[in-house]
């Protein structure tokens, strides 16, 4: 399935189905929060962040995916990727992504 941030896909006539979307929650695990807090004050990059984030990206866009199939789809077409933090108590948090396009039959 093509999946692309574009509205159109050049030399295709298409066949919208709808907007279909995927979100991911992820809840940051403590010592990932410790370990890349010190990082923040020492520099360089988290890891465990990044792992984090591109996890919950991969489950966004799957999820969406998903439902573009089950409508019959050959392609997502349009799509935008949000990030979000969510912050729980002292200091813990959890990381939402939502990814969102328009599910298309592409000809």
């Known amino acids: 399935m093509l999946l692309t941030t574009t509205s159109h896909v050049e030399g295709s006539q298409i066949q919208y189905l709808g ?59 349009g799509i935008d990727i949000d990030y979000e933090t969510i912050q729980i108590g002292n200091g813990g948090g959890m990381m939402m992504v939502s990814a969102s396009g328009t599910a298309v039959i592409l000809r």
């Open 19 to 77: 907007v279909v979307s995927g979100e991911a929650i992820l809840g940051a695990n403590i010592f990932k929060d410790f370990f890349a807090g010190i990082r923040d004050i020492v520099g360089g990059r988290s890891a465990a962040y990044e792992g984090e984030l591109r996890k919950a990206k991969d489950i966004a866009m799957s999820e969406m995916q998903q439902q573009a199939a089950q409508l019959g789809a050959n392609a997502v077409i």
